[in-house]
């Protein structure tokens, strides 16, 4: 009888197990699945035709097919007219040079903001913030007209000063809220043990907003190394940059549009960033999430 009892109470319950089944995390494994496959999937496609030959452009297949490296050979072929190498070093230097001075100026003026009390400090963020905003197009001919004036066209720092006057207010913006989260204590043991204010800043303050530093330079990198509508204006053959002369590569006949080379030289420019993200990206997450819990 107690067997009986037993085995029908295991019945019932099989199907109570079955109806607690937990599908939340089956429900997040797919649907970050879906942002992945979104996401990475134009990337995947770029480098299947970066390494196909040109004849199978085309070719709908969704795998490596017809592998060449001629494309990447292409790419730096400067008999065609593609200088890439040197693009390549000019989006290097408008790029390291818009982080350097953004994180110079940024850090001093996002702890000014977090840290001091002056008047209309609020209205100054504020100002940051809606600059951030402006949209790019309405500031080429104005800086076209300055720097046709003053002879700056087709130079570094044509294509370098616009690009901070975007990056800027999102290392500031960014900075700020890292150092406005972070206890006013520290700062004060530090002056009570001997330290000036600027002492202070740099020996205590700015190693501890490393990680928040080190994303802002990510980002900050990542956005000037991206940028394509001023220096597609504001440069010359010389300073031109990678994206610029990715819009400009020509094939090898009149008409030809060089899709395999224009995916190679997508390639050779994305795939740093990638390595570069994937290196760091604790680091990033870190300075990210820096200060959003006291």
Known sequence: MSTTTATAARHADAPARRRAFDWAPARTYIQ????????LAPFYWMIVTAFR???YTFDPTPFFTHFTFDNFATVFDESRGNHFARNLWNSLIVAGVTTVISLVVGVFAAYALAR???RGKSLVLGFI????????VALITPLFQLFTNIGWMGSYQALIIPSISFSLPLAVYTLTSF?????WELEESARIDGCTQGQAFRKVILPLAAPATFTTAILTFIGAWNEFLIA?????????TVTVAIASFSGAQPHQEPYTAVMA???????????????????????????AVK
């Open 179 to 183: 150092f406005r989260e972070m206890p």
């Open 129 to 136: 913030l809606g600059a951030s905003m402006f949209p790019g």
């Open 53 to 55: 030959e040109v004849g």
């Open 32 to 39: 970050a699945g879906i942002i992945l496959i979104w996401c």
């Open 116 to 118: 001091l009390k002056f």
């Open 265 to 291: 030289a997508g390639t050779v420019v994305t795939i740093p960033l990638v390595i570069l993200v994937l290196v760091f990206q604790r680091k990033i997450v870190a300075g990210l999430t820096a200060g």
């Open 232 to 240: 597609s204006q504001l440069s010359n053959d010389a300073t031109k």
